[in-house]
């Protein structure tokens, strides 16, 4: 069967990543004289991957999260906050337990920026999240209200992660 044949077929398939990796295996697998299971195990964790990447980058944007912070971009030896206590967050182990964290502090404090880093390693730990600063949220919940449908951004969060 021939190359284009082959990536005619992946791309029927939606089989992006592989299609994607397909020159590189098969070229390494030629070099190095790999077998057939090698090469098809290789495609399909190129395929694995390319959908794990993808299925982040959709959660990242439903998140909604504002900006791109990191944990590793924060200073937290110019603030008293508990850093043990924000990589532990970071794991999404409150998640597992059904736990909600709630950062609470005065303006410039780093809340922000830690919980859309928070928010970030969660989605790459497999998690799904949602961003709302208090405002965006009350004025939510208070349109809900207003409208006679109150309760639905509250089901809608609990059924966010269920881990």
Known sequence: MERHEILEMMGTLKLAGMRHAYDEVV???????????????????????????????????????????????????????????VRELATGAFLTSQRNAVLVGGTGTGKTHLAIAIGRACVRSGARVRFYNTIDLVNRLEAEARAGKPGRIADHLSRLDSR
């Open 27 to 85: 070229k390494d697998a030629v070099k190095r004289q790999h077998s057939a299971q090698r090469v098809v195990g290789d495609l399909l964790k190129a395929e694995i991957d390319e959908k794990q990447a993808r299925s982040i980058k959709y959660q990242m944007t439903i998140a909604k999260l504002p900006l791109a912070k990191e944990i590793a971009g924060f200073d937290f030896a110019a603030t008293p906050i508990n850093e043990m206590l």
